[in-house]
């Protein structure tokens, strides 16, 4: 992987900064999250129409000032997060381990032990780019992610550095059911971001997400009945700045004869419980795109 990385002589300056950054202890970079807080929310005003519309929808039983709050609190963990994600290009396992505790992996670790891969379904809630990491640190077998590559090829390069320095291993979304069907024996954990807004041309399942009629993929729940893989869903929690706590909680056991012909889809069940864990902490929550752009009777036509 390493060897197919290929930064731009143009960015070398910017990468030689990000990675100096990056060596700064945290308490000094949340000073500077701090401060992008500030140029963020009240100068620059980054997507706060955005951010504020998509409140308004999903809580339409709070008041301005709950809104407005809940807004402010979610520039400033997204700021935290922007400094924790340059702060993983140069973090070492031990501190890893000592910031992310997973409660139950006992649950994941049954499955991997039987010889099966199982594949989990987070969201961008708190810190997602370290979840990966820390479970290449600390589950003793393989932890792979699926990844969508970014336009930009610097940040595209750094990204992969980062995600892939404690161990993760990576696989580009266009080559996920490839790599399934080569890779179907063996055990591992593979984490899937499965909040996001799908192409309007590849909407396939609709629910009732925080009050409004959401788009999901499917592509975990395809991948899972197809190969007969379990599906957890990964629940995290910020403990304190720069303190998370994971949760597994079972979706399906991969078994489809125990499954009831009635019960919920995987994906549903994804939705049911990604809405649970927003109502807890919406600051916590990625407010930032346009996550009900597409109306469901234009997209079904």
């Known amino acids: 992987m390493k060897k197919n990385i290929h930064i731009p002589p143009l960015y070398y300056p910017l990468w030689l900064l990000l990675k ?45 000032a ?29 501190e890893m381990e000592r910031r992310i505790v997973f409660m139950n992996q006992e649950l994941l670790d049954n499955y991997v032990q039987q010889g099966k891969t199982v594949i989990t379904m987070g969201s961008h809630s708190c810190n997602w780019e370290w979840v ?8 003793g077998f393989p932890a792979y992610g699926i990844y969508k590559p970014l336009n930009n090829p610097f940040f595209e390069a750094f990204m992969l550095k980062t995600r892939s320095k404690l161990g993760a291993r990576l696989i580009k979304m ?3 059911l490839r790599d399934f069907a080569a890779n179907r024996n063996m055990p591992r954990v593979v984490a899937m971001l499965s909040d996001q807004t799908p192409l309007k041309s590849e909407i396939t399942f609709w629910t009732t997400f925080l ?32 303190y998370y706590a994971l949760t597994f909680e079972l979706i399906s056991d991969g078994n489809p004869a125990a499954t009831d012909a009635d019960a919920p889809s995987i994906t549903e069940i994804f939705a049911q419980k990604l809405e649970a864990a ?18 469901r009777e234009a997209a079904e036509k």
């Open 174 to 176: 266009k080559d996920t």
């Open 66 to 94: 709950e809104i407005g709050q809940i807004s402010k609190d979610f520039y400033k963990q997204f700021m935290d997060v922007v400094v924790e994600i340059l702060k993983l290009r140069s973090m070492d396992a031990a």
């Open 20 to 64: 100096v950054l990056s060596l700064l202890p945290l308490s000094v970079l949340y000073l500077l999250s701090d401060f992008l807080y500030f140029i963020v929310y009240y100068m620059v005003g980054y997507r706060k129409k955005v951010v504020h519309n998509n409140l308004r929808k999903a809580f339409p039983e709070k008041d301005d």
């Open 132 to 139: 990966l990491s820390a479970g290449a640190v600390q589950f």
């Open 278 to 295: 927003i109502r807890r902490a919406p600051a916590d929550y990625l407010w930032t795109h346009k996550r009900w752009k597409h109306r």
């Open 211 to 242: 009050n409004q009629d959401t788009p999901f993929y499917e592509g975990a729940e395809k991948l899972a009945t197809r190969f007969g893989y379990p599906v957890l869903f990964l629940d995290v929690k910020r403990t304190a700045r720069g």
